[in-house]
């Protein structure tokens, strides 16, 4: 395996500003859209197919909040990547329901079955406060607490961040 050129002190500066312009982005679309408290994201319609994404016009932001596409949050370009990479596209209902107000902050209380995407809608926005606080210096802290209860016949297991 070939090793790689150290990368010289001007592209990391540039790449680390470039980084912390996307990081004010995305910051600035996830307070300009934030769901409000207390609602259901999956009770919104969901974004036509040919919605803008992202930045619009006049410095506004395109609703994230009844996404059902991944590409359809504010999201860092590395993380998109990587759930494209993953494969991974289309949120299940609970990523649809809890990642519009765990993004901006929120605490949430989900519960789902087994294999609903429970775990990656607490991994995306733990990494965008972790990539979001690494640039300003403060520490960052996840609790998560999983408990497992039977309704109907079915073990559900839910979790608390």
Same mark, same amino acid.
């Not at 289309?90 to 990523?95: A, G, P």
């Given at each position: *395996?070939? !090793?790689?050129?150290?990368?010289?002190k001007q592209t990391r500066r540039d790449r680390h500003e470039a980084e912390q312009e996307e990081i004010s982005k995305l910051n600035q679309w996830i307070v300009s859209?934030?769901?409000?408290?207390?609602?259901n994201?999956?009770?919104?319609?969901?974004?036509?197919k040919d919605a803008p994404i992202g930045p619009?016009?006049?410095?506004?932001?395109?609703?994230?909040?009844?996404?059902? *596409?991944? !590409?359809e949050l504010p999201l860092s370009k590395r993380t998109q990547d990587g759930l494209k990479r993953a494969n991974f596209s289309?949120?299940?209902?609970?990523?649809r329901a809890s990642l519009p107000h765990s993004l901006c902050g929120r605490d949430i209380l989900g519960a789902a079955k087994t294999g609903s995407g429970k775990t990656l809608a607490f991994i995306i926005p733990v990494?965008?406060?972790?990539?979001?606080?690494?640039?300003?210096?403060f520490g960052l802290l996840a609790f998560v607490a999983f408990f497992m209860q039977k309704v109907g016949g079915k073990n559900l297991v839910g979790?608390?961040?």
């Open positions: *395996m070939r !090793k790689s050129k150290p990368k010289s859209q934030k769901p409000d408290s207390g609602t994201p999956l009770s919104l319609p969901p974004l036509p619009l016009q006049d410095d506004k932001f395109s609703r994230y909040s009844g996404a059902t *596409m991944f !590409k289309k949120m299940t209902d609970i990523q990494s965008w406060f972790y990539f979001y606080f690494e640039f300003y210096g979790f608390l961040f």
